[in-house]
């Protein structure tokens, strides 16, 4: 079992910055790979970004590129979603994901196997 927990939500003028931090622990050792997804309501939820937690490639959804930035902590088992020049579409509860197994993939929520329980993105325009 992993277990995550979000930080760092919150309420932030457009053309703001947040960070987002993601702890893990239990089996940390079985990740391959973790993420952020978001869900607006109404929505589905989407990915946003993703990184391989060993050797640390990084990917990212075309709506965030250039602007959102994926970072990882192994020593503290930790994932970090900076996010840069904030729209209000990018409003949304934002989810920190893993999986423990290798997949092709990692946009797809399918492809993970543990979820925290979401942190609050509020953009105002």
């Known amino acids: 079992q992993v277990q995550l927990v979000e930080s760092g939500g919150g309420l932030v003028q457009a053309g703001g910055s947040l960070r987002l931090s993601c702890a893990a622990s239990?089996?940390?050792?079985?990740?391959?790979?973790m993420g952020w997804f978001r869900q607006a309501p109404g929505k589905e939820r989407e990915f946003v970004a993703a990184?391989?937690?060993?050797?640390?490639?990084?990917y990212y959804a075309d709506s965030v590129k250039g602007r959102f930035t994926i970072s990882r902590d192994n020593a503290k088992n930790t994932v970090y979603l900076q996010m840069n020049s904030l729209k209000p579409e990018d409003t949304a509860v934002y989810h920190c994901?893993?999986?423990?197994?290798?997949?092709w993939g990692v946009g797809r929520v399918a492809e993970y196997d543990y979820w925290g329980q979401g942190t609050q993105v509020t953009v105002s325009s």
């Open positions: 990184i391989r937690w060993s050797g640390g490639s990084t």
């Open positions: 239990g089996r940390t050792f079985s990740v391959y790979t």
């Open positions: 994901t893993a999986n423990t197994s290798p997949t």
